[in-house]
C-alpha cells in the first residue's frame, strides 16, 4: 500500500521546550488514523509539519513522498484548519465558501451547503463572533467538503453538542465510504471516535509511546478488579499501567494479555478480569497513576462496575 505520511526522527523545539522528541510513525494512503494524547503531548505541532505549516528542527517528513514545506503539489493535496484558524475581520462562512474551492480540486460545493445547514452554521455572522462551537462547524464543513486526500482534523469538536459531533462522525464516515481520502485526527473524545479509527498514534511528552491498528491497541491490555491483596498477587510482577484504589478494593490496568494461568489464579482469588476500551488503554498509558479527579466515588463505580 502506499504511504501517504512518513515521519522520520522528527524533533520540534520551541527555545528550550522541546514539542516533538524524536518522533517517527507512518499513515498509508486511504486511512483515518487517530492522533491521541494528553493537552501539550505534541499533537498539533506533529500535525502542523505533516501539514507543512512548521519546520521540524531535525528528522524528515514526507507527505505523499515530498517535504512538505512551500511544496505546492503537497499543499492542493491537504486540509489543515487549526483550532485556532484566524480569518478577515468580515469573513462570514459564505465567504469561504466562495473562495474555498480555488484551494481544492475535489471540493463539494453540496456537500458544504448540506453540512454549514445539517451543523447550524449562522450564515450572517462573522466567523470571528462565532461561538466556539460554531467555529467548530466552520473547521468541519471545510475538512469534509475540501475531499482533500489528506484531511487534517485538529480536535474538531470543540464546543459542539452531542448532535453537532454525531452529524460530523457519521458524515464523515459516509463521505469517506463514497470519497477514500488519508484522515488525520486528533481527539481527545476516544470513546465517540473509535469506532471511525483504523490506526493509533499516542503521543506522551512529545514521544510516541504507541502505534498500532485499533484492535491491537484494544488488545494490549486488560483489568483485575476485586480485593486489593489478591489483585496484587494475581498481578504479580507484570506492568501496571494503571491502579486505583478504595478502601480494600483495587482495580489495575495491566499491560499484555491475559495467560491461562493468570485466568486460573483470578478465579482461585475472586478477582474478575476484563478487557479495556480503547479510552481506558489510552488513558494508563498517560496517567502511570490515578487519574486527575478521579475522586472515591469513580473509583468506586469503577470498581462495582468490574466486579459486576
Known sequence: MSTAVEVTGVHRAYGSTAALAGVSTTVREGAICGLLGRNGAGK???????????????????TFGRDPVESVEVLSRTSFVRDSQRWPDDFRIGHVLSVAPAFHAGWDPALARDLVADLRVPTRTPIKKMSRGQASSVAIVLGL???????????????????ARQIFYDRLLVDYAEHPRTVLLSTHLVDESESLLEQVVVLDEGRV??????????????????????????????????????????????????????????????????SVSLQQFVAALGAGAPSPGMDDRAVSVAIEGALS
Open 209 to 274: 509511546v504507541l502505534d498500532t491498528d485499533v484492535d491491537t491497541a484494544r488488545a494490549s491490555a486488560w483489568t483485575a478488579a476485586g480485593a486489593a491483596s489478591a489483585v496484587d498477587r494475581v498481578v504479580g510482577s507484570r506492568r501496571v499501567l494503571a491502579r486505583h484504589t478504595l478502601g480494600g478494593l483495587a482495580s489495575v490496568t495491566v499491560a499484555g494479555a491475559p495467560d491461562d494461568v493468570v485466568r486460573r489464579e483470578a478465579r482461585a482469588a475472586g478477582v474478575e478480569l476484563g
Open 44 to 62: 498539533t505541532t506533529l500535525l502542523s509539519v505533516i501539514a507543512g505549516q512548521e519546520r521540524p528542527s531535525s528528522g524528515t517528513v514526507r
Open 145 to 163: 467538503a475540501s475531499r482533500a486526500p489528506l484531511t487534517i482534523f485538529d480536535e474538531p469538536y470543540l464546543g459542539l453538542d452531542a448532535t
